[in-house]
């Protein structure tokens, strides 16, 4: 009975989980992210939507971070009804993006040479720039875990690592961005052509958010077809329906029949309904490359659900 207590590779704690250089680029990402938070915290400051969208992506990739590593060290993954390593991939490439965001977002609306008036002052300035440094350090470490667990060609590896499923991640995050951009007096009710472009970003974001967790779960072998087959159709389908809105949508908010073709000069900076319109032509187009690109990389994935 005794024999079979024991763990299944005779040791509790797993050291690989902090002394490999996937490990150290997690405790470096521990470090990076608790300093960061504590420098803003403590003397550094952030005010507005920007500096709380900076403190929730820096506080949720700590959290989520320690609690990898807690998992990894004392091997409790494996209790977990989750794919591991869908989902360490999948977190991985997430917090990139978010700390990639935050350490242009801070420096830019914090970060200054000159020093605040008091009673911030130049503690105040010091605080914010050790921040910014250290939040660079931080996306970097998470930049790193992603390239060292990425799948290379040839390698059979879980789907989240492949190129394929790190693209899900970043298609799903510039979605995020056009949904901020559409809420924020877009207008784009005004036509049936503009809100069909809001039903492709929607469709779109829906089918990519449940092929990631599909992914993270491990239920992807209980679809009744071939995941990697679905998948491939599903991207074909999100590049039309793209192709679709990267079309309409300029021309019903930029051409001189339906829209405006330049900035309008009493539109107020910050409240502007066309800067909303342009943001979305944008990153609609950044994302139909997105989709393009994984269209392609997804005719030659090899994965393993389980993993």
Not at 186 to 204: F, I, K
Request: hydrophobic share 50%; with cysteine; net charge positive.
């Amino acid at each position: 009975m005794g024999s079979s207590m024991e763990p299944p590779e005779g040791a509790y704690l797993y050291l690989g989980a902090v002394m490999s250089p996937v490990g150290t680029a997690r405790v470096l990402q521990l470090a990076f992210g608790c300093t960061t938070f504590s420098l803003v915290a403590h003397r550094g400051g952030f005010t507005g939507v920007q500096g709380t969208f900076c403190m929730a992506a820096w506080g949720f990739c700590f959290t989520v971070s320690a609690l990898v590593v807690a998992c990894e060290f004392t091997r409790l993954h494996g209790c977990l009804r989750l794919s591991w390593g869908n989902f360490t991939a999948a977190f991985a490439m997430l917090a990139t993006l978010l700390c990639a965001t935050a350490a242009v977002l801070y420096p830019l609306y914090f970060a200054q040479w000159e020093c605040p008036p008091k009673p911030a002052g130049c503690a105040a300035r010091d605080f914010r720039l050790a921040a910014s440094v250290f939040a660079g350090l931080l996306f970097l470490a998470y930049a790193v875990e992603v390239a060292l667990t990425r799948a290379r060609p040839g390698q059979v590896t879980s789907y989240m690592a492949t190129m394929s499923g790190l693209l899900k991640i970043v298609q799903a995050f510039v979605a995020c961005i056009i949904f901020g951009a559409l809420v924020h007096d877009s207008r784009y009710g005004r036509y049936v052509a503009t809100q069909w472009c809001v039903a492709v970003y929607s469709l779109c974001f829906l089918a990519t958010v449940a092929v990631v967790v599909l992914s993270v779960m491990g239920h992807t072998g209980g679809l009744g077809c071939p995941f990697d087959r679905l998948v491939v159709v599903y991207t074909f389908l999100a590049v039309l329906l793209y192709l679709s809105a990267s079309v309409i949508w300029p021309v019903f908010c930029f051409d001189p029949k339906y829209g405006e073709p330049g900035r309008p000069p009493d539109c107020a900076q910050g409240s502007c309904p066309w800067d909303s319109q342009l943001v979305v032509a944008i990153f609609t187009y950044i994302n139909l490359l997105l989709y393009i690109i994984d269209l392609a990389y997804s005719q030659r994935i090899r994965f393993v659900p389980s993993l």
